[in-house]
């Protein structure tokens, strides 16, 4: 029946606390191990301390800011080839174009949304965008109305003197 496995700390301890057989044996064994030790020193070189890391520099991609884009609705030929563009809001536009083209023979033709470059000239993010003025109210209206007849009215009269005054400067000379 095969014993409880021996812990091998204490059979080392066992070895070392016996007597060597020969004297001789033992003083070998230290310059054994002594060489040992110089070889495994030799062996592994030393490590080298590490350079400190340098920052990396940003790269050129995230420097740029990422071009705007817009999106528009292309019609397409068979051969995935741009035909004509239309703006978002023309979506009726470019299917009836669509459908007179391929109704022409010239293949089948389909639209697609499409994302293209803003132009140059194109307003900014922050831009103002313009807005429709709403019509002004009824009374508004004819307060504006009566204001632009008093307008009228001036100016008339003030032409009527203007020729009134150049006739009396004929009729002197």
């Known amino acids: 029946m095969a014993g409880k496995p021996l812990n091998r700390l204490d059979l080392r301890r066992q070895r070392e606390a016996a007597e060597p057989l020969d004297p001789m044996e033992d003083e ?3 310059v054994v191990e002594e060489v040992e030790d110089e070889e495994v020193a030799e062996r592994k070189p030393k490590k080298k301390a590490k350079a400190p890391a ?6 050129s991609r995230s ?57 140059e000239d194109a307003p900014g993010i922050g831009a103002a965008i313009p807005r429709v003025v709403p019509p002004p109210a009824k009374a508004a209206r004819k307060e504006a109305a009566a204001v632009i007849e008093e307008e009228d009215e001036n100016e008339e009269e003030e032409d009527h003197e203007v020729e009134m005054g150049e006739d009396s400067e004929d009729e002197e000379e």
């Open 63 to 119: 420097a740029k800011p990422a071009a705007r884009m817009r999106i528009v609705w292309a019609v397409l030929n068979d051969a995935f080839k741009p035909v004509a563009t239309f703006e978002y809001s023309q979506k009726e536009a470019a299917e009836s174009k669509a459908n007179e083209l391929t109704a022409k023979g010239k293949g089948t033709h389909f639209v697609q949304r499409t994302k293209e470059p803003m132009p």
């Open 54 to 59: 340098k920052p990396k520099a940003k790269s």
């Open 28 to 30: 070998t064994e230290e």
